[in-house]
């Protein structure tokens, strides 16, 4: 649910140059302008009030300044200047400098990032864990996993590491160059791939989880002394606790087989819809015609999570092959070339092609590397069926949003794929008749359409999916909105057509029932 993170103006704390962290005035703590408060990244196009209210943020600047200082043993009047750096999908993230040079980084999570305490005591334990293992990641210089102190937010205080972003110089790094980075890559992957856990879960330090909550202990290592303080507990993904999923009695972890994990996502999603589910327009506007507008019944979709339970024990691979999927060079292991007629073509299309030439070459160095350095990871990816087993995974456990098509149509191909997928003893234990699976993969191929209609005036206007915006071209964004709304009105052919089209168009602010 991240966004990417967007770099801003420095902006100083203050009205004057700072030569320490000055003492901020009462009212100007809780100004509602103050952008340390505020998401000043980017704007939306629609629903803006709602996005803006669920990063809006306040807490104790002044406090902030101290914590800093604490965390790198100095006074807070050795700070000189404070900014705020960036912000991303989950966390507003600042820059506190000191008078001796030295930059310290403080991370504090919106109000709408999720799970609460959880999210920063895992991520500050996983860090740790890592760092230790020899990762190349910050240090943790102080954090809090609760919003019930002086500063009045969660907090993850870090230092500054100094470097250039990897898009900001890969498009001008030599072949060499670049094979070293991903090389680097793999070589980080191949220190994760030999961490053993008894279980799969999220990180934390043990004392850190409620006494009730379940933990299983990491086990000691022999030439890592630390390592008995962590524990593997539940997990933290965003979708555990999503939509008052927090309040279900799911199985969040920590799981102790593949089969386990594939099981509680589609409970959980079972028990959501049995508590709050309720009839409803699909969340896409332009689906409702393919329900023949009518309010879509969560029945529908509690019965493809019952078949997807049957079908999700089997869904562990058993049978190794490479496989990879998108692309004809990558998937056949190719070295990748430009295209013969490369020097004929036009300037636009050689970019294009010269992407793609980037693309693939990416592929081949990291498959390559990775099948030398890493051959467990290689032989995981070539699974047979793996992308399919995947998409039914990360299908069944999505949010139900009015949509009963995609978790059934996912099904069918696996039942159509069976052979390949399960062990020959297994039967398939759902069966669809030819007139469902006709109605739901034309169903599907209708709504693949409109989907990519909806990227393509999404692309026209310059918005990503959540209608995000940069700050410089949001009216322009605005006035190519209104011109498309305006062009794709014009085909409706009635009075009715055209008002229904205006109520449903999905590029204004409406009611979200998510």
Known sequence: MCLREKKIPEIPL???????????????????????????????????????????????????????????????????????????????????????????????????????EYGVASEVATMEFLRMHGIPIPKILDWSSSAFNQLGSEYIIMERVPGRELADTWHTMTFKERMAVVEKIVDIERILFGIRFPTSGSLFFKGSLDPDVKSVDMPDHDSLEDVGKFCIGPSTEYLWWYQKRNELAANRGPWKSSEEVLKAVGEREILWLQRYGEKRYPREPFYRELYHGQKVDPQAQIQHLVDYLKVAPHLVPKVEQLNNYGDDDSENFRRPKLAEDFANMTSSDKEVEMERYRRRQVHYFYLGYTSDLNKAHFHAMG?????????????????????????????????AEWSEIAS????CPVRYSPAEVEECLDRDAKQNRVNEQMQQVRDFIG????????????????????????????????DEQRSEFDRIWPFQDHEEID
Do not use: M
Not at 392 to 399: E, I, S
Not at 424 to 427: A, K, L, Q, R, V
């Open 424 to 427: 020959p003893e297994d039967n």
């Open 383 to 415: 699974k047979h069926n793996l992308v399919l087993r995947n998409q039914l995974y990360g299908t069944a456990g999505r949010p139900w949003e009015g949509d009963n098509t995609s978790l059934q149509v996912q099904l069918i191909k696996t039942v």
């Open 463 to 494: 918005i990503n999916i959540d209608g995000l915006v940069p700050n410089e071209e949001f009216e322009s964004a605005r006035a190519r909105a209104e011109l498309i709304k305006n062009e794709l009105a014009e085909g409706a052919d009635t």
């Open 14 to 116: 203050g009205l004057t140059p700072l030569v320490f962290c000055p003492i901020i005035h009462e009212a100007k703590i809780h100004d509602s302008t103050n952008s340390f408060f505020n998401y000043t990244s980017g704007r939306w196009l629609y629903n803006e009030h709602l996005r803006l209210s669920e990063r809006q943020l306040y807490f104790n600047i002044n406090e902030l300044c101290h914590v800093v200082a604490k965390s790198v043993g100095l006074p807070h009047t050795d700070i000189v200047l404070v900014t705020k750096l960036a912000e991303g999908g989950s966390y507003r993230i600042f820059e506190a400098t000191f008078r001796n040079g030295l930059k310290a980084i403080a991370r504090l999570p919106y109000p709408c990032t999720v799970p609460r």
